[in-house]
């Protein structure tokens, strides 16, 4: 599967959870890797099988404390 595939994947399991791409993360090629934007982190929303489900694509998120 290609990364522009993976994407489109995940971009359905976000959807699915109110979170959308360009309003509430962007994608880095590289990886691919999410990233969200803001000060809330909205993928904290997200089930532990989304996350699992996403992670499996080979998708990372990246994480800034």
């Not at 959308?20 to 809330?40: E, V």
């Not at 982190?41 to 499996?56: A, H, M, P, S, Y």
């Amino acid at each position: 599967m290609s990364k522009i595939e993976k994407m489109a994947q995940v971009e359905k399991i976000l959807e699915k959870a109110g979170i959308y791409q360009g309003n509430h993360y962007i994608w880095s090629m590289q990886g691919p890797t999410l990233i969200y934007l803001g000060t809330k982190d909205l993928f904290r929303g997200l089930t532990v099988g989304n996350v699992q489900e996403i992670k499996d694509l080979g998708v990372e998120f990246l994480v800034e404390s």
